[in-house]
């Protein structure tokens, strides 16, 4: 039997419904799971006020989260592995697992297997990047990772996932998809349960090597990477720009939070989709690069699935 610490926070339930069916494969093996939900001390609303939705945006880029209700992690524990689940705000982690990972807790990462498991619209790659870099810096080990991502267009994507996020509606909107991760998916995650119990009882944590290839844990799209780069560079002086003008809920800041929220608009508006289309024409030129950079970004756990089989429920 193995001790399992499980990472999560959720608004709309999607992101824990995704952990319930990770950890069901888990306990059903016989291993000890505690799932630590975070609490901020002052609830996130949801769905979210417009004003509030744009007043995150500083912080999340920042990563200065506001404080967490104390946590309830067992003590002296020694925990066989950690799954952290997360949600991403403005390409960064979603604010309250940066809480967590500043906090004295997170102490508990060193020398640790870490997992980490996102769900999102389908922008993941800086957020990931930052979480891998703040969980190095802590001494955990990175050995998998999950992304579960909205299987509607991306360009549909940009409607739907703010009218969920601002209104709670998620359902099919003028022919365009429900918002969120597609139930099929969700009921999938059980795959990367089961592995993982299998991983537990055959010691494999232990081997530093990824525990879940074979099991399209991550699908890359190329096209998407390029845009998301350029966005976190923009939000990283945008951020920063802000946070010169005052703090989180201060009114001489919120200006300069609509001249934002007008550049993000027109951003997904025009350059979005015309960056896709050119990298669309240019695809034959640039196969060879798209392909090596898919690869790279879909480390450790990749997006193959000749093991997919095998795990179903
Ligand atoms: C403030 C805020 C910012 C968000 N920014 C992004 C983003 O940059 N990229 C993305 O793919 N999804 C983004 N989302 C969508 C979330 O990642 C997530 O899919 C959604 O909030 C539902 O998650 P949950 O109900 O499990 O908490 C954002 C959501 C919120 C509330």
């Known amino acids: 039997m193995k001790n399992v610490l499980v990472i999560t926070y959720s608004q709309s339930g999607q992101l824990a419904e995704i952990a319930a069916r990770i950890v069901a494969p888990l306990e059903s093996a016989g291993h000890r799971v505690h799932v630590e939900t975070l609490l901020p001390e002052t609830p996130y609303p949801w769905p979210w006020p417009v004003i ?28 066989d ?5 997360y949600q991403v ?48 810096d802590l001494g ?14 991306p360009l549909a994507t940009f409607i739907t996932t703010p009218r969920w996020v601002l209104t709670g509606k998620r359902d099919r909107f003028f022919g365009l998809p429900p918002a969120g991760v597609a139930a099929p998916e969700i009921e999938g995650a059980r795959r990367f349960g089961s592995a993982l119990a ?30 998301e780069r350029a966005g976190f560079r923009a939000f990283k002086v945008w951020s920063k720009l802000i946070r010169a003008f005052g703090q989180r809920g201060q009114w ?3 200006p300069l939070l609509l001249v934002f929220a007008v550049y993000l608009v027109t951003l997904i508006i ?41 795990h179903a429920p």
């Open 270 to 310: 025009t350059v979005v989709p015309l960056s896709l289309l050119v990298q669309w024409l240019l695809s034959p030129i640039l196969k060879g690069r798209m392909a090596a950079l898919k690869a790279e970004l879909e480390q450790p756990s990749g997006s193959a699935d000749h093991l997919i089989e095998p």
């Open 81 to 85: 592995l950690v799954i952290i689940t």
């Open 252 to 254: 001489r800041r919120r």
């Open 89 to 136: 705000w403005y390409l960064s982690p979603a604010l309250p697992v940066t809480a967590f990972l500043q906090s004295p807790h997170a102490a508990l990462l060193r020398d640790k297997p870490v997992v980490t498991v996102v769900a999102c619209r389908n922008m993941w790659l800086s957020a990931q990047q930052t979480l891998k870099r703040l969980i190095t």
């Open 198 to 227: 299998r991983a537990l009882h055959a010691d494999e944590e232990r081997s530093g090597r990824p525990m879940l290839t074979g099991l399209r844990a991550v699908t890359v799209i190329p096209r998407l990477a390029m845009s």
């Open 52 to 79: 509030d939705f744009i007043d995150a945006f500083p912080e999340c880029v920042q990563l200065d989260p506001p404080p967490l209700k104390p946590l309830v992690i067992p003590v002296g524990i020694d925990w």
């Open 140 to 153: 955990g080990q990175l050995r998998d990772h999950i992304a579960f991502t909205d299987s509607g267009h």
